[in-house]
């Protein structure tokens, strides 16, 4: 895995898209994620705005960026859900923050490299979500790890579709 | 201080957002007698505030695509059903017109039953007016069993009505917005239902486990319940009516931390992965709504016309009972009756004569079905030939009560 200067890689690769993408590609993502379990349930292992989280943190390279991003992504996923709002909220803005501190260090245009860094950002947000309800808050939560794996094999499943294809969308200089 | 700010704004920035996000969760949960933790029943309203903002947002495209899926399906299916539709039709015409025959037999019975709650004071509640709904969305997490209808406060919803299928329960309303509202599944961890099993009449909660099966928790254990057995709401728990399919035994299990309880697995009634169309229960009532009425009128219209002929089928069968050989023959001992199990190394033995028998003893006084039975061996029907029917009937139409119909126990003629 190489290993790169943080500043000369933020400065020479931050990927950039055009507005209607940081707009669009978040909310399709938040739509898809509320209406395609109706057609696939219960084969519904899949996380769309965490994969799209990931995406931007990793090509903007700007660790605000993606901890805000993750936020309102997990905050408006919560707000769907009839649990407390910011559970998934926390979740999603550490796996941004880590994602873009990651995108700093590493190569992250290696299909192999997002595919693992998406199974295992699944698993953190996964971990932190149990960690929230059940220890922070005290809530009584039934959990498999079984589906948690299948949801990051999962994502990285999707990952591997979607980040070609949203690779596309950027803007070159 | 500034500099400090500026070389680790990020993980600043990470950390107040993370602040934040804990005090909001901390005004939603509270500490319960019990000592454990749960979320407020209602939400706060600046989290409903949120949750409306986010509904607003993502409910408009997402209703477009489910709209889009409809309109794609609907035109193959559409093409589909016009390829059966005639022999359908003529099947459907038939059927209705059995139905109105037994709706109108049962119709008397549930007057009677109507007339015998009004004297003692207990009123059945009939679902008297309904929302149609389309399902348009889900929660987008397997953790939280919710999901959206296109019907909200404009439409007279509220929390905590009923929603169900023609085929049982689904749910109850738990948040309502002005256009759409947001329904609970039956299926969810944190839903409760009032159950009862239809044969055994054995009481349960029902419930829903994380992979989101359902479940009847804290029944006592029990040799009589058996998979296959249907289960119906109790109607104790104010919100779904009483006598509405929830769901088939599927499975039993012995409840892992508390002895003598088990776990009863349900196989839904409703598809509740595939909802597309439902039901909000808006009101219940004391009465038919008039719909049901006007069914009512024409089938005792349909019944008064058709009533000879049924007087004539009815004749004709008790001439056949009268004649056939019968199953039980006073003459011949237990033994050597027709139907005597040879089989059975335990039968059943009468009861053994008491030493100073008075008018209580079992066989002393004249046995109280003997004069009743005597009669019924010349008039085997009832006198009223509109109860006749009721031996084929499933229910009355449209309401609980159509599951808590008489059972019809195969006669048998005592010559």
Known sequence: ?173 | MESFFIRYRNLVVLLVILVVQIAGLAVQVRRTAGGSSTLYANDPSEVRLIRLWVSSIISPPERMIHAAKLGVVGMWTNYLDLLSVRRQNQDLERTIGRMRLEQAALLEDAREGQRLQALLGFQQKYIYTTVAAQAYGSSGSDRSHVFYIDKGANDGLKPDMAVITADGIVGKVRDVFPHSAQVLAVNDPTSGAGVILETTRIRGILKGDASGRLEVVGVASDQRIKPGENVLTAGGDMIFPRGLPVGVVEKVLRDPDRDGLVDILLTPAAHLNRLDEVLVIASTEPRFPPDQQRDLAASDTLQSAVSPAIRDQVKASEIMAEKLPGLIDPNLPPDQQPLHDSSNPNPATPPQQPLHPDEFSPGAAAPAGSAPRAESTQKPRPKNPSAAPAATGSGVPAQPAANSAPQVTPRRNPE
């Open chain 1, 1 to 173: 895995m190489p290993l790169l200067g943080a500043d000369s890689r933020r400065d020479m690769e931050i990927h950039r898209y055009p507005l209607l993408v940081y707009a669009l590609v978040p909310l399709a993502s938040l739509v898809l994620q509320a209406w395609l379990p109706r057609v696939t349930s219960p084969y519904d292992w899949f996380d769309l705005p965490l994969v799209v989280t990931v995406y931007f943190a990793l090509g903007r390279r700007n660790p605000i960026q993606g901890t805000i991003m993750g936020a309102v992504m997990g905050l408006c996923e919560d707000a769907l859900t009839h649990h407390a709002i910011g559970i998934n909220g926390i979740a999603k803005t550490l796996v941004g923050f880590l994602a873009a501190s990651v995108g700093i260090r590493i190569e992250v245009e290696n299909q192999v490299i997002r595919l693992l860094l998406n199974f295992l950002l699944s698993l953190l947000a996964s971990a932190v979500y149990l960690f929230v309800s059940r220890f922070l808050l005290g809530l009584a939560l039934e959990w498999s790890w079984l589906t948690e794996l299948l949801r990051a094999v999962g994502n990285s499943l999707i990952a591997l579709v979607l980040f070609p294809a949203l690779d596309r969308l950027q803007t070159r200089d």
